[in-house]
T-cell receptor, first 115, second 113 residues
Framework: DAGITQSPRHKVTETGTPVTLRCHQT?????MYWYRQDPGHGLRLIHY???????DKGEVSDGYSVSRSKTEDFLLTLESATSSQTSVYFC??????????????FGSGTRLTVV | GENVEQHPSTLSVQEGDSAVIKCTYS??????FPWYKQELGKGPQLIID?????GEKKDQRIAVTLNKTAKHFSLHITETQPEDSAVYFC????????????FGAGTRLFVKA
């Protein structure tokens, strides 16, 4: 997806270990989001950011933290990975509030497996 | 909080037929309704959207309709082609002081050649 990259694309980690996923954008968009995708649940918001060092929780934020020290980078950290955090994680960016009519641009996703 | 229900979960059509996916939302304050298409191994991609002050929007073979009174909106794909096969997500945006878009659970569309 042009302008937004996620790394790594795949990761297998052990229960209890910390994991950090990275989202990098070249669009200079103010808003960035982390979603997780699970069968039967669609996409659920974990955390979002509305500017450098400005972040807030989504609907499934327990066990996750985020940081945004630069406009282009939004990091998602699993402090102590659990099997319930096995999922596909998507980063998204937008130019403005979603309600203003600007949809999201999504990254290609990170498939995380916690064993 | 906002809840978005999407039906059906799976839809199989013959090439050339039409496909319709329906979503309902719970919060009448929602005012922006995007639709995303997700192909295998990729992130969702915005294909069409509609705002609450518009009843219908069309873009070539796809169209979206919105009924604010009933709180439901639908995606219509005409003259389906095999490349339309994907998972489709509807979403509703609600301003509660944060920037939250709630997604439906998705519809897997199969277009048989």
């Amino acid at each position: 997806d042009a302008g937004i990259t996620q790394s790594p694309r795949h990761k297998v980690t052990e229960t209890g270990t910390p994991v950090t996923l990275r989202c990098h954008q070249t669009e200079n968009h103010r808003y960035m989001y982390w979603y997780r995708q699970d069968p039967g649940h669609g996409l659920r918001l974990i955390h979002y950011s509305y500017g450098v060092k400005d972040t807030d929780k989504g609907e499934v934020s327990d066990g996750y933290s985020v940081s945004r020290s630069k406009t282009e980078d939004f990091l998602l950290t699993l402090e102590s990975a659990t099997s319930s955090q096995t999922s596909v994680y998507f980063c998204a960016i937008s130019e403005s509030k979603a309600l203003m009519g600007y949809g999201y641009t999504f990254g290609s996703g990170t498939r995380l497996t916690v064993v | 909080g906002e809840n978005v229900e999407q039906h059906p979960s799976t839809l199989s059509v013959q090439e050339g037929d039409s496909a319709v996916i329906k979503c309902t939302y719970s919060d009448s304050a929602s005012n922006y309704f995007p639709w995303y298409k997700q192909e295998l191994g990729k992130g969702p991609q915005l294909i069409i959207d509609i705002r609450s002050n518009v009843g219908e929007k069309k873009d070539q073979r796809i169209a979206v309709t919105l009924n604010k009174t009933a709180k439901h909106f639908s995606l219509h794909i005409t003259e389906t082609q095999p490349e339309d096969s994907a998972v489709y997500f509807c979403a509703a945006s609600l301003d509660t002081g944060g920037f939250k878009t709630i997604f439906g659970a998705g519809t897997r569309l199969f277009v048989k050649a």
